[in-house]
């Protein structure tokens, strides 16, 4: 019996047969030595269902459970019901993760007595070469709420990467009212509850960008003003501090990103003209605050011509796309 404290590892599943399996065979190579592997299956109608029964009906560790399709967020707060874990992390069925990657995040953990460890991320595309999203080297954060920015831009918005002690997101919950950005909720929750939060420098999660992701599809429009209104409730999360600030700012940055995806995927779609208008209003409102804060050049430049110029922005979105 391993005097090591458990880790369940939740999988949320759907429709993920193309890829699962290379997931699930490293989570099964993990050299942590006391961990359960919960596939969650969110109603999957192709083979993943079989290949994660396949994996419990061989191997103890693994777990599978199932349920009608509800989303991921429903999938992951099914999983934590199940977990036994004193430690839960997860990982998306369509990435995969290097061998010692949660002995890592436990190491973390003990190392520097935090309730969370998070290690860094290849980010791996189809069409570009890969990407390290990683600290130079290990960062403790000890109150998040007023943590330097720098180290609270490190603190990733998933939760695929991270290791967080149970009593940590004791009541935290996945909100299915957002279909994107309930992970990042989830994890300034998390932050706000944990003492410590030790960020590794280590790259061991690797995480896939398809054609079929999220950011490669046009959007639906409860899906892109999803990750904008999650950003607005972890804000609010935070009356005062740099914690506040850097949600605040996420929130304009990622206002950028509305206006580029329906420029590329949704220009002239009356349903997307009630969120773009207000996405363009709330950047007229700050840019002042946009040009004399913690944004580049070119993210000062990408507010003013999406605020003020939108014919010249448009016209540049799709000169670069057509690149």
């Not at 961990?35 to 994660?52: L, M, Q, V, Y």
């Not at 839960?88 to 460890?117: K, Q, W």
């Amino acid at each position: 019996m391993s005097d090591k404290p458990l880790i369940s590892v939740i999988v949320p599943v759907y429709n993920s047969g193309e890829f699962i399996e290379r997931c699930l065979k490293s989570l099964a190579a993990q050299t942590y030595d006391n961990i359960e592997i919960i596939t969650a299956d969110d109603g999957s109608a192709d083979d993943s269902g079989e290949i994660c029964r396949g994996f419990a009906g061989s191997d103890r560790r693994f777990r599978y459970i199932r349920r009608e399709n509800s989303g991921v967020a429903a999938a992951r707060n099914g999983g934590l019901s199940e977990a036994r874990g004193e430690l839960i992390g997860f990982c998306d069925s369509d990435d995969h993760i290097e061998p010692e990657m949660f002995e890592y995040l436990a190491e973390l953990i003990e190392r520097y007595n935090a309730d969370i460890s998070q290690c860094g991320a290849m980010i791996e595309f189809e069409d570009k070469p890969s990407r390290e999203f990683k600290p130079e080297s290990d960062i403790l954060i000890e109150d998040f709420k007023n943590a330097d920015k720098n180290a609270l831009k490190l603190y990733h918005n998933a939760v695929w990467c991270k290791l967080f002690r149970r009593e940590t997101i004791d009541g935290v919950k996945f909100e299915s009212a957002f279909p994107i950005g309930e992970d990042l909720l989830f994890g300034a929750r998390a932050a706000l509850n944990a003492r410590k939060i030790a960020l590794g420098s280590r790259a061991l999660y690797h995480y896939v960008q398809r054609e079929t992701s999220v950011c490669y599809k046009k959007p639906m429009p409860k899906t892109l003003g999803s990750m904008r209104e999650a950003i607005k409730a972890a804000v609010e999360l935070f009356p005062e501090g740099t914690a506040r600030e850097f949600y605040f700012d996420s929130g304009l940055r990622n206002d950028f990103d509305i206006c580029s995806k329906y420029v590329r995927f949704c220009d002239n779609s009356p349903e997307f003209s009630g969120i773009i208008s207000e996405v363009r209003r709330e950047l007229r409102d700050n840019l002042q605050y946009i040009k004399s804060g913690d944004f580049t050049d070119k993210e000062k430049l990408k507010a003013r011509l999406a605020a003020k110029h939108w014919r010249l922005y448009s016209a540049l979105i799709r000169r670069k796309r057509g690149s």
